[in-house]
Structure formats: C-alpha cells, structure tokens
C-alpha cells in the first residue's frame, strides 16, 4: 500500500470517527458515551481515536470545530461580499446582521445539514460541560462577534457598543430558539406560518433585529417611574 493510499485510508478513519462521536455525543451526551462505543460505531480501534485526537476531551472538541467552523467561514464570507459591494465606511446594518444569522438558517447547504439538531447538541454540551463551552466560546466565537459588532458600531455610532453586546446577545438567542423551537411555531399559529421556511424566518428576524439594534437607548434611571420599588 503507497503513501497516498494510506493517507486516504487515515483521513477516511478519522471522518468515520467524527462522524459516529457527533451522532453518539448528540444522543448520548458526552458522559454517557464511551469510547468503546464510538469506535465500534466508526469500525476502529481505541488507538485511532488516541492517534488523531489525544483523548476523549480531544475528540469532543475536535466535533465541536467541525460544527462551528463551517458557519464563521460562510459568515465572514458573506461579510466580505457585503464590504466588496458597498466599500469603506459603514455598511448596511440589514446586510450586517443577515450576515451574522443567515448561516444558521441556511440548512440547504451541506455543512449546515440537519442544523437544529447540531445546535441542540452544542446546547446540551453547554449543560453538561460549561467550562470546556466557555473555552470554545472563547476561542472560537467570541473572536468572530466581536468583529461584526464592531461593524455594527460603525453603522450605529449613537449606540454605546456595550449596548450592542446587549443587543446582539439578545438577537443570537431569539434566532437559535427560533431554529430549536420551530415546530411550535405551526402550532401557535394554527398552521399560518411554516416553521421550515427558514429564509422567511431570517427575512423576518432580521428586520426585527434591526428595528431593535436602531432603538434609543434608554437610561436606566428614566425607565423607572419615580419612587418605583422592586418587588
């Protein structure tokens, strides 16, 4: 066997082990699902996991980059279209933002197939091992908002950024619930809207987005009505 057949017989094992670790981690959860498992899932010993992964920890993380890292590539490519059409200075905040949230909606393409079900098991993963999600959030996300919400600075200077984090804190989580709760969306509304049509519901989360990222900022002290307690 040549060099280049056993480079693609290794490159094949590790897929299938990727592969078996995402499925059995999402159904599983990371504490219930043991290697042996996972090995006899992808048809390899416990020697290829230790060889292309280090540990079980490893092999977690490295699924966890495969889940994350097709969505930053397609969002700082959609970011990079948007600064090729409109140049310097600020951009389009709907433009922005689209480019923030479309690859979660985006399950037609391939690297986002079966999305909500890769999203349930990053959120599960983040209540059952939160130490290791903030170390991903850390390494792998934070860097990226940080990069459109300083573009969302310069569409919005009369926001405190700040504020922005607020604000597309509180986006990010409208449209992750809006991708895991979906269904629920055809019974509220007695069927009128379809839960599936997700460029409609990036249509719509993003002109709901927009609306609030555009909102004054209001003082803390002005909120309350004078004399206010908290109960």
Request: net charge neutral; with cysteine.
């Amino acid at each position: 066997m040549g060099n280049t057949d056993l480079k693609e017989k290794g490159t094949d094992s590790r897929r299938r082990i990727l592969e078996a670790a995402g499925s059995l981690f999402s159904e599983g959860g990371y504490e219930r699902t043991s290697l042996r498992a996972i090995t006899r899932a992808a048809n390899v010993n416990v020697a290829a996991v230790n060889y292309y992964f280090g540990s079980k920890e490893g092999l977690i993380l490295a699924v966890i980059r495969e889940r994350l890292e097709p969505m930053t590539r397609e969002r700082f490519h959609l970011l990079d279209e948007v600064r090729r059409e409109h140049g310097d200075g600020p951009l389009p905040l709907e433009r922005i933002v689209e480019a923030f949230l479309r690859p979660l909606f985006h399950m037609k393409h391939p690297a986002y197939r079966g999305g909500a079900p890769r999203l349930r098991f990053l959120g599960r993963l983040y209540s059952e091992m939160p130490k290791l999600m903030d170390e991903v959030f850390n390494t792998h996300f934070r860097p990226t908002l940080e990069i459109f919400v300083t573009a969302m600075a310069e569409s919005l200077p009369e926001i405190p950024e700040g504020e922005l984090y607020w604000r597309t804190h509180f986006i990010l989580s409208m449209a992750l619930g809006s991708i895991r709760n979906r269904r629920r969306l055809a019974m509220i509304s007695g069927g009128r809207c379809d839960p599936e049509d997700g460029d409609g519901a990036l249509r719509r989360i993003v002109e709901f987005a927009c609306a609030g990222l555009r909102a004054p900022v209001v003082e803390a002290a002005a909120a309350e009505p004078e004399g206010a307690s908290v109960r």
